[in-house]
């Protein structure tokens, strides 16, 4: 993999190279359907708000494909063999897939096509956008791996139990964790302080935090975001589908390769959820 603004998400981002799922609150170009803002992720790697980006109300998502010209390539009758992807995930959520492009009139090309979202819950979202072709190619435009966060107007979903991660010591938390509920999980980035580094004004590292359930697959989730520089802490919220442990641990990489790991020496971090 090339390390670069565009595809240094798959090393290093929960979600950034996680399958998701396509999401059925996301609609093709439709004007009556944007009751909210929009965000339009333009050419030369800039972005722009307009109006309020809030839970509840349709957004508005415009990509310039120049942002990721690699994978470009025809099949068999001239067609395009490649397409851009977006991605998004709310509050560290399984990340969801929606459609930017669509054939041009004559297909033989893509062209960007908006797509509209609705969010269910205030906090956090994040995005990032994947080209693939049919000939195997695939890069990212996802800030470093940093993704592009951007704040949601409105309730965050509610949590029985808040564990936090302070710049050192030991986890602290805050209300008991209940099976069939939610857990906020809260990390200073300051505490796993290996492998910060900048490039460009920006921040090349990331700190991705992992969550399991007894001895099912793992889930990851982002404990932060760009802020100049650095990174800022965003609290991810974490399901609890059941009865038993829960285990935590963090992993932070690096675009020079560095990877330091914040996991109790190996042992995780570990909390019991109640029936």
């Not at 509050?91 to 004559?106: H, I, K, M, R, Y």
């Not at 990489?253 to 909390?271: E, H, L, P, T």
Request: hydrophobic content about 35%; some cysteine; aromatic content about 10%.
């Amino acid at each position: 993999m090339r390390f670069s603004l565009l595809s240094f998400a798959c090393a290093l981002v929960l979600a950034g190279c996680g399958t998701g799922s396509t999401d059925s609150s996301v609609t093709g170009d439709d004007a009556n359907q944007t009751e909210g803002g929009s965000i339009d992720f333009a050419s030369g790697y800039s972005s722009h708000v307009s109006g309020a980006i809030a839970a509840k109300k349709a957004i508005k998502v415009t990509y310039a494909l120049d942002r990721l010209p690699q994978c470009r390539g025809n099949v068999g009758g001239g067609g395009p063999g490649w397409n851009i992807t977006g991605w998004y995930a709310v509050n560290g959520a399984a990340a969801q897939s929606f459609e930017v492009t669509t054939l041009s009139p004559d297909g033989k090309d893509r062209v960007t096509k908006p797509a509209t979202i609705t969010l269910d819950q205030g906090g956090d979202v994040a995005f990032w956008f994947e080209v693939t072709s049919a000939f195997g190619c695939h890069e990212y435009d996802s800030q470093f791996g940093q993704n592009y966060h951007f704040s949601v107007q409105g309730a965050p979903p509610a949590c029985d139990a808040t564990i936090t991660f302070g710049p050192n010591g030991e986890p602290k938390q805050d209300g008991a964790l209940k099976a069939g509920g939610k857990a906020r999980v809260h990390y200073e980035q300051a505490r796993l302080d290996d492998c910060h580094q900048s490039q460009q004004g920006h921040p090349v590292y990331t700190i991705t935090g992992f969550a399991q359930v007894d001895k099912e697959k793992p889930v990851t989730f982002d404990t932060g975001r760009p802020d100049g520089y650095d990174r800022v802490a965003v609290d991810a919220v974490v399901d609890l589908p059941h009865e038993g442990d829960l285990s935590l641990w963090f992993q932070t990489v690096s675009i020079s390769g560095c990877m330091k790991y914040d996991s109790k020496n190996g042992a995780n971090y570990r909390f019991h959820i109640e029936p």
